[in-house]
C-alpha cells in the first residue's frame, strides 16, 4: 500500500518536474537547445508503465503546461496526446529496442511533434520559424538514454529503499 | 512483468477505442484551441488560476535568479571594481547632461504653457523586475514581477536604460506578461531620426533584430540611422530610442527598400525595467460623434414618411410613382 503510493507520488513528481524544466530559461545562445521536457518525461512512462499513462493524462498534461506557457490552449494538450498515442500503440515493440534504436524513435515523436506545433502555428498566422526550431527534437533523441537511464535507476532504487 | 500480453497491450492489433478516444482528445483540443484563438480567454484562465500559476513562475525563476546571485558572489573583486567605476562615470555624464537639460527642459514647459499644450517631458514610470522563465522557444515575451496589484495595465510600455523594449501583453495578480518589440507579431510605429521619414518596425522570425519591409524606395535611409518612436497609433509616447538600422536593401519585388534594426534596448540582459504610467495621447482621428442629424423630436414620423413624396409633391418624383403604379397595375392585372 505504501509502496503505491510511493511510486504514484514519484511519477506526479516527475510529471511536475518536467513541467518546472520546461518553464526554467537556459541561458541565451543555449536556449535553441532546450528538449521538450514533458514530451520526454511522458514517453518515459508510456515505455516504462503503459497502463498508467493514458490518453487523457496526456492531454491534462498539455493544458497545464499551456496554462504556464500562456500562448495557446490546447496546442501542447493537442501534441502530447497525439505522441502518447503513437508511442502506446508501438509501446510493445518500442520496449524491446536497444537504446540506440529507441532513440531514434524518440526522434521521430520529437520532429512529428515540432511539425504538429509549426501546423498549429501556421494556421494560426504565425510566420515560418527559423532553422534552429529542428534542434531540439535532435537534443531531445541525444538526452534520451540519460533520462532513460536516470529515471531508470532512480525508480528501481525507489523501490528497493521502500521494500 | 515485462511481457503483457493482455489486451491493454496488444502486440500488433491496434484498438478501436483507443483511436476514438483519441478522436475525441484531439477534437477537444481543436475546440479549445479555436475558442482561445478567436476569443482569446486564455488570458481570463489564467487571471483566474494565477493562484497556481503565479507560484509556479517563482519558483522556476529561482535557478536564473540564483546563477546570477552566483555570478555577483563569485565575480573578482577586480572586476565589481571596474564595474562600479564605469557606472559612477556614467552617472557622473549623465547627471552633467541632465543638469544641462535642465534649463531647456524648463523652458520648453514656459513655452509649451505659453502655447498651451498638455504635454508633458517628466516621466511617470515604476520599476519592475524580470522573472526568468521561458515562455516558449521562439516566443519573445518577458514576465514582470509586477501585475494588477501594482496597477499594471495591458498596453502599458516596457523601457530599459537605452530604449523600448515592449509592451504588456497580459496582466496577472503580480505579474505581468510583456511582449517584446522583435517578437515576430509586434510592430512599433517609428520614426527614422535623421529624415523624420515615418514607417513601422516589426519584430524578426529569427533572431533578436527588427525589420522594416515597406521603406519607399526613394527614401534616404542609411545604415546608421536611428530609430525613434513615432508615438503614432497612441500606443507609444514619441521621442524615445528603439533601435539603429543595420543594412538596407530592395525587397525582391523592388517596390520597397526593406531595412534590418537592431534594438537599442538591452532585449536579453536587462534584469531592471520601467514601465511608463501615462499612455501616449491617442493620436487619430477623432472618434465619430455619437449623435448626428438633427434632433429626434424633429424626425419625421418614420410611419409617415414613406407616404410622403406621393402625398405632398407627385410631380417632383413622377417616375417612381409611375413606376410603382405601373407595377400595381400590372401586379393587378394577372
Keep these: ?25 537556459l541561458p541565451g545562445p543555449l536556449t535553441p537547445f532546450k528538449p521538450y521536457w514533458p514530451a520526454l518525461i511522458l514517453l518515459y512512462w508510456c515505455l516504462q508503465s503503459g497502463d498508467r499513462v493514458t490518453l487523457g493524462l496526456a492531454f491534462c498534461l498539455g493544458v497545464a503546461a499551456d496554462l504556464f506557457d500562456g ?28 537504446m540506440w534504436q529507441q532513440s531514434l524513435a524518440v526522434l521521430g515523436f520529437l520532429v512529428n511533434d515540432r511539425i504538429l506545433l509549426l501546423l498549429v502555428r501556421v494556421f494560426g498566422g504565425d510566420p515560418l520559424p527559423p532553422v534552429e526550431y529542428w534542434i531540439s527534437p535532435v537534443v531531445g533523441a541525444a538526452l534520451w538514454p540519460f533520462v532513460f537511464l536516470i529515471l531508470d535507476d532512480l525508480r528501481a532504487r525507489l523501490r528497493i529503499h521502500d521494500a | 512483468m515485462a511481457l503483457n500480453r493482455d489486451d491493454k497491450s496488444p502486440l500488433f492489433a491496434p484498438g478501436v477505442a483507443g483511436t ?30 494565477s ?14 535568479q540564483g546563477f546570477q546571485a552566483a555570478t555577483v558572489a563569485f565575480a573578482d573583486r577586480q572586476r565589481l571594481t571596474e564595474q562600479n567605476q564605469r557606472l559612477r562615470e556614467d552617472l557622473l555624464l549623465a547627471n552633467a547632461k541632465l543638469n544641462r537639460m535642465a534649463s531647456v527642459a524648463e523652458q520648453n514647459t514656459r513655452l509649451k504653457e505659453l502655447l498651451d499644450t498638455q504635454h508633458s517631458l517628466s516621466l511617470n514610470v515604476q520599476l ?16 514582470l514581477n509586477v501585475g494588477a496589484r501594482d496597477k499594471v495595465q495591458p498596453g502599458q510600455v516596457v523601457i530599459d536604460a537605452r530604449g523600448v523594449m515592449g509592451q504588456i501583453v497580459e496582466v496577472m495578480p503580480t ?54 518612436t513615432s508615438g503614432l497609433g497612441g500606443r507609444f509616447p514619441p521621442g524615445f530610442p528603439v533601435g539603429e538600422i543595420r543594412d538596407v536593401a530592395q525587397t525582391a519585388s523592388g517596390t520597397f527598400l526593406a531595412a534590418q534594426a537592431k534594438p537599442a534596448a538591452d532585449l536579453d540582459r536587462s534584469e531592471d525595467v520601467l514601465l511608463l504610467h501615462d499612455l501616449a495621447e491617442s493620436a487619430g482621428p477623432p472618434p465619430p460623434a455619437p449623435n448626428v442629424g438633427p434632433p429626434s423630436d424633429m424626425k419625421p414620423d418614420p410611419n409617415v414618411a414613406p407616404t410622403l413624396p406621393s402625398v405632398t409633391s407627385p410631380t417632383a418624383t413622377p417616375l ?5 403604379t405601373a407595377a400595381t397595375s400590372t401586379g393587378a392585372t394577372p
Aim: aromatic share 8%.
Design chain 1, 1 to 25: 500500500m505504501n509502496r503505491l503510493r510511493v511510486r504514484q507520488l514519484w511519477f506526479a513528481a516527475t510529471l511536475l518536474m518536467s513541467l518546472f524544466l520546461m518553464l526554467i530559461p
Design chain 2, 20 to 49: 476514438l478516444r483519441l478522436i475525441v482528445y484531439l477534437a477537444l483540443a481543436c475546440v479549445l484551441m479555436v475558442l482561445d484563438h478567436r476569443g482569446g480567454w486564455l488570458g481570463n484562465v489564467r487571471y483566474g488560476l
Design chain 2, 51 to 64: 493562484l497556481v500559476v503565479e507560484p509556479v513562475y517563482r519558483i522556476a525563476g529561482l535557478p536564473s
Design chain 2, 175 to 228: 505579474t505581468a506578461v510583456a511582449m517584446l518589440i522583435t517578437d515576430p507579431n509586434h510592430a512599433i510605429p517609428v520614426t527614422i531620426e535623421r529624415t523624420g521619414l515615418r514607417t513601422i518596425a516589426y519584430g524578426s522570425r529569427a533572431g533578436d533584430m527588427l525589420t522594416l519591409p515597406n521603406i519607399p524606395v526613394s527614401a534616404d535611409v542609411q545604415a546608421g540611422d536611428k530609430l525613434v
Design chain 2, 128 to 143: 519592475a523586475r524580470l522573472i526568468g522563465v521561458d515562455l516558449g522557444s521562439f516566443r519573445h515575451r518577458i514576465v
Design chain 1, 71 to 98: 500562448v495557446l490552449l490546447g496546442e501542447q494538450a493537442l501534441r502530447l496526446t497525439a505522441m502518447v498515442f503513437i508511442a502506446l500503440r508501438f509501446r510493445s515493440r518500442l520496449r524491446f529496442f536497444p
Design chain 2, 320 to 324: 417612381p410613382a409611375r413606376a410603382s
